[in-house]
């Protein structure tokens, strides 16, 4: 190597330019599974005890993890146990060393009324008694797969394609179908083809079979038909089991305006008596894997009398709050609602829990819509289906119901874009009556919140924090007061690294008029004036369902380990220390706004927000001028895939590079459960006209297409179309494909460092270090 150039990049004997692998090296410390040992103290997810009275969460300090009780009446919080006690028992009984600091095991269970607590360290589970201080290993042998009745006496699982029960007392076993076939089958769920693959599927709740009624008399379950639904196939050219052949994997997979989908047929079974009964009305079509007993959707009357069920129409364009009766299988519709584009019972489209609520044993309804224009909420006479009444209105968008108090005829739901002068995008807990009235701010804190109540309502968790803020969770009683102080977020390990917080901003929307919001991730080594101007990266997901941006430090959230938002805030972190300046940009057609700014997407994803992220980077530009504008890139995943390489296609004089991984490029290949929200039915011209295979012709950058060749979500043929197109458009472009990997392969090493690769290379403008290995994720990357 001969001398560095200004920047400090070294140059060789013929003066070309390349990067350091100590460059590399900084990176890493911040992708997400690195970056999670710097960040303490981020959440502060309370597991709830007694009815609500009290809970306990598990916390990570600069001493190590720390499991902690908290008691609402008493306003304290304490160790759960002795930590050192229990690390030395177990220490003993398992043979193996632990220490207090760093026990095996995140999550705990409360047994034997108090008294003891159980925890799984890998495939085996122990209990502690507390007063002892003896771990006991716990046999599993006797474990069956199956959902237990709430009173215990009955195990119901599937075999041989038919639904069986059992005795918890006897294990007598008994049949409660007899007629299921490969299929068409009793509570099976539609599957992945991950699973026989051998390839882990996401972290997912395990889907559901039966419904128990809560005086376990009866089950809700269903018999899935999928006959003649369309299959996709995915080739396995490195299978795990061994074989040298590659192998054949095909599954159910809905795609948008097919006639013949898989349905399932509910049915009531009457377990004491084994007689069954069909619930009347169409059969509920599944759209993507999984089972129709999703709990948040449909559920049992705390009495057992009734089933209610949420469920929406093909294209999205109208859903209902049904009430069944157990007895005869009768189905009542309650309250229905229509709507001329997409509409959903909550404000993301992600398919969340809808907002509804059954009160006062029916006879009132809560419910949720966007007809006014924005999201809001209205109570329902449960027996006439009547509107009663508006709840809350105005040019803001509650997000979710948190709690009910029925005897106090209150409602907490939290809200955003209500509060002036603050960013529209902040999350607040509001209370409201049922009766009417204004509502009342409860999370006053200029931040975002999220928000955890007891089942109880005797008090909730708060937690909020800003981009640039760390959270603080405190303890609050229902009216909002402060109880007492549960975690501060840490940080300074993350300081000490150099790193400085994202920029939050606002500017205009490509009409010049609308406010849109983003952030902008500089080099933590980058100081305004240097010799060297920063390139740009747009970090792109389109999909209407969710926003990009980050509002809360760090991406965290208080109900998931490392959410989507927190790996995509640390890649683009990583990212940019490499020499960039990252954008992260909620444009036109995403959530959380009003009415009609989502429905700029409807029938229109190719779109994406797109011209609003051009407008909005040149705005940024005119302000810093360090930023360089006329070198832009753009990367994104999934629809984000789908949206970079659409940029490129529609962008071209301004995106010049992107990355493009696991794409839906043509809608019309990709599951029906998402596109028909967003384009649409029936499948017309606009769906070939977004197709990214349209458009190939006009490629005139640098694209690279990554997929995984076993991704169970976009099939790899939709980016292989857009191939096929490009070479018969004789364009010069990358591939790459990696076998065995999911949809989800965005936090594989050699993913991210091709990634890191291409923009280094054809952005930067330099050589990346060759050959640098990624350290993979060692499940560090925790709150």
Not at 369 to 376: E, L, V, Y
Request: some cysteine; hydrophobic content about 35%; proline content about 7%.
């Amino acid at each position: 190597m001969e001398r560095d150039d200004a920047a400090g990049r070294p140059s060789d004997a013929r003066g070309t330019r390349s990067l350091p692998a100590a460059a590399y090296a900084r990176a890493e410390q911040f992708l997400p599974w690195h970056i999670g040992g710097s960040l303490l103290g981020m959440t502060v997810d309370p597991h709830w005890l007694d009815g609500g009275e009290r809970f306990w969460y598990h916390a990570r300090t600069r001493r190590g993890g720390t499991f902690v009780v908290v008691d609402s009446h008493r306003g304290t919080r304490e160790p759960a146990f002795d930590h050192a006690r229990l690390a030395a028992s177990l220490s003993r009984a398992a043979g193996t060393p632990y220490e207090a600091g760093s026990l095996p095991f995140d999550r705990i269970e409360f047994v034997r009324g108090g008294a003891a607590i159980q925890f799984d360290v890998g495939a085996v589970r122990w209990v502690y008694d507390l007063d002892g201080g003896t771990c006991e290993r716990l046999d599993r042998r006797a474990d069956r797969t199956g959902t237990t009745s709430p009173d215990g006496r009955w195990t119901v699982f599937v075999d041989d394609h038919n639904l069986r029960i059992r005795s918890t007392e006897t294990g007598d076993v008994r049949a409660l179908t007899a007629d299921g076939r490969p299929e068409h089958d009793y509570g099976t769920p539609l599957a992945s083809p991950l699973e026989a693959a051998g390839i882990p599927a996401p972290e997912a709740p395990p889907a559901p079979t039966v419904l128990w009624s809560p005086d376990s008399r009866r089950i809700l379950s269903y018999r899935l038909d999928r006959r003649a639904a369309g299959t996709y196939h995915l080739v396995q050219s490195v299978p795990r089991n061994g074989s040298r052949r590659p192998v054949l994997h095909s599954y159910a997979y809905p795609l948008p305006g097919d006639d013949r989908v898989p349905t399932a047929d509910l049915l009531v079974v009457d377990v004491e008596r084994g007689t069954s009964r069909a619930v009347r009305g169409e059969p509920v079509p599944l759209l993507y894997y999984g089972s129709p007993l999703r709990p948040d959707w449909i559920w049992w009357s705390p009495d057992g009398a009734r089933i209610y069920a949420v469920t929406r129409g093909r294209g999205f364009q109208s859903y209902r709050l049904s009430a069944i009766d157990p007895e005869s299988g009768e189905s009542r519709v309650l309250v229905e609602e229509h709507g001329e584009t997409a509409i959903e019972p909550h404000p993301s489209h992600s398919g969340g829990a809808p907002i509804v609520r059954v009160l006062d044993g029916g006879a009132q309804v809560l419910w949720y819509s966007t007809r006014d224009g924005w999201g809001h909420l209205y109570l329902y006479d449960g027996s006439t289906g009547a509107l009663r009444r508006q709840l809350t209105t105005g040019a803001w968008m509650v997000t979710d119901v948190v709690h009910v108090d029925e005897a106090g005829r209150q409602v907490c739901f939290t809200a955003m874009g209500r509060e002036p002068g603050r960013d529209p995008y902040f999350n607040h807990l509001y209370r409201v009556g049922l009766d009417g009235g204004q509502p009342v701010v409860l999370t006053p804190e200029d931040a975002t919140h999220q928000v955890s109540f007891a089942p109880s309502g005797a008090c909730f968790v708060d937690s909020y924090s800003r981009v640039d803020a760390p959270p603080v969770a405190v303890l609050r009683a229902p009216d909002g007061a402060v109880l007492c102080e549960l975690a501060r977020g840490d940080a300074d390990r993350l300081r000490e690294l150099g790193w400085t917080p994202p920029e939050r901003f606002c500017v205009k929307a490509r009409d010049g008029t609308t406010d849109i919001y983003g952030i902008l991730i500089r080099p933590s080594h980058f100081q305004a004036g240097s010799i060297d101007r920063l390139p740009i990266l747009d970090s792109i997901y389109a999909g209407p369902q969710t926003n990009q941006a980050p509002t809360s430090f760090g991406g965290y959230s208080s109900t998931t380990a490392v959410p989507n938002k927190f790996r995509d805030l640390w890649h683009a972190h990583a990212l940019a220390e490499l020499g960039f300046a990252v954008v992260m940009i909620d444009g036109l057609g995403m959530p959380y706004r009003s009415k009609a700014f989502g429905d700029r997407s409807y029938r229109d994803l190719g779109d994406g927000g797109i011209a609003d992220h051009v407008a909005a980077i040149r705005q940024l530009a005119a302000r810093y001028p360090y930023l360089d504008v006329t070198r832009v890139g753009i990367y994104g995943h999934s629809a984000g895939g789908y949206a970079s390489t659409r940029a490129m296609l529609t962008f071209p004089e301004f995106y010049t590079v992107a990355v493009s991984s696991a794409g839906n490029h043509d809608h019309r290949l990709d599951k029906a459960s998402w596109v028909e929200r967003y384009m649409g039915l029936p499948v017309g011209a606009h769906y070939h006209d977004q197709s990214n295979v349209t458009l190939a012709h006009r490629l005139a950058g640098k694209l690279l297409l990554m997929h995984g060749e076993m991704d169970e979500n976009v099939h790899p043929a939709s980016t292989l179309q857009v191939v096929d197109a490009l070479i018969a458009a004789n364009k010069d472009f990358d591939l790459l494909l990696l076998p065995n990997r999911p949809h989800g392969c965005t936090s594989d090493p050699y993913f991210v460092r091709r990634r890191w690769d291409y923009f280094v290379r054809h952005l930067l403008g330099v050589d990346p270090p060759a050959g640098y290995a990624i350290a993979p994720d060692g499940g560090t990357a925790r709150p």
